[in-house]
């Protein structure tokens, strides 16, 4: 059974920075993509940042570009997200989210086989 475990949410101020992690268990990947969406209440989930198993290739919702940094490390099967200048606008809850897929990059939620809990961050202005 895989598990995803995200950690380091919580709440600060405008501006401010943060460091997303999630650590996959209960099964090695050899392949895959790994991802980070959000949801805010009342919208729809969406796709924030999804990098490749190589690292070399990453995508990026448009509106955190040039603040964000998806980063993973394979040996420890683990995702990072890197979060600067953060907005009120970031307000979300979090999830991390693994596709087991033969594509160097996906970004539809569809693709995603293993999704975590989430964790909720909190920007105030």
């Known amino acids: 059974q895989v598990q995803l475990v995200e950690s380091g949410g919580g709440l600060v101020q405008a501006g401010g920075s943060l460091r997303l992690s999630c650590a996959a268990s209960?099964?090695?990947?050899?392949?895959?993509?790994m991802g980070w969406f959000r949801q805010a209440p009342g919208k729809e989930r969406e796709l924030v940042a999804a990098?490749?198993?190589?690292?070399?290739?990453?995508r990026y919702a448009d509106s955190v570009k040039g603040r964000f940094t998806i980063s993973r490390d394979n040996a420890k099967n683990t995702v990072y997200l890197q979060m600067n200048d953060l907005k009120p606008e970031d307000t979300a809850l979090y999830y991390c989210?693994?596709?087991?897929?033969?594509?160097?990059?996906?970004?539809?939620?569809?693709?995603?086989?293993?999704w975590g809990q989430g964790t909720q961050l909190t920007v105030s202005s």
């Open positions: 989210a693994v596709a087991d897929t033969v594509f160097t990059m996906v970004v539809s939620p569809n693709f995603f086989n293993y």
């Open positions: 990098i490749s198993w190589s690292g070399s290739s990453s």
């Open positions: 209960g099964r090695t990947f050899s392949r895959g993509v």
